[in-house]
């Protein structure tokens, strides 16, 4: 993995986004691809007079088929294209989560890295200023006990 740590984060992240944006492609292919298919052939079969002739007379071959295989392949398809694209963009953030978390503990400082510092610098400042103010109320409140 050499040429990895020397690539660049514009590149990775480059290189992270086409690959969610080809899962994203092929599951909206999925998604969207049968029923198209289906609604141009059913468009197909309704404006073609000769192709309705024939489909009025093959009627009770393909309306079973279309009602026990094909309605249930539609819904397996469209579900099972809905479960890719949601797991392909979950993997692309998670990727991104990852590669930023790594870049901020051992490369170079990613994008929002020196906000994120500034961030739990004040954060330590403010809870040492609490515990301090903590610890002289309470000595306060004790030596007048005494």
Do not use: H
Request: proline share 7%; with cysteine.
């Amino acid at each position: 993995m050499p040429g990895l740590r020397r690539m660049s984060w514009r590149k990775m992240g480059a290189i992270g986004g086409a690959l969610a944006l080809a899962g994203i492609v092929f599951g909206g292919l999925l998604l969207l691809g049968l029923p198209v298919l289906l609604i141009g052939g059913l468009l197909l079969l309704l404006t073609s007079p000769c192709t309705c002739a024939v489909g009025c007379c093959t009627a009770p071959l393909w309306i079973p088929l279309l009602l026990f295989v094909g309605i249930p392949a539609l819904i397996f398809f469209v579900t099972t294209a809905g479960i890719t694209m949601l797991l392909t963009v979950l993997a692309g953030l998670t990727g991104a989560a990852g590669w930023w978390i790594y870049r901020y503990n051992r490369g170079p400082m990613p994008p929002g890295g020196d906000a994120m510092l500034r961030v739990l610098d004040r954060v330590r400042g403010r809870s040492r200023e609490v515990t301090e103010r903590i610890s002289k109320v309470g000595q306060q409140a004790a030596s007048p006990a005494a």
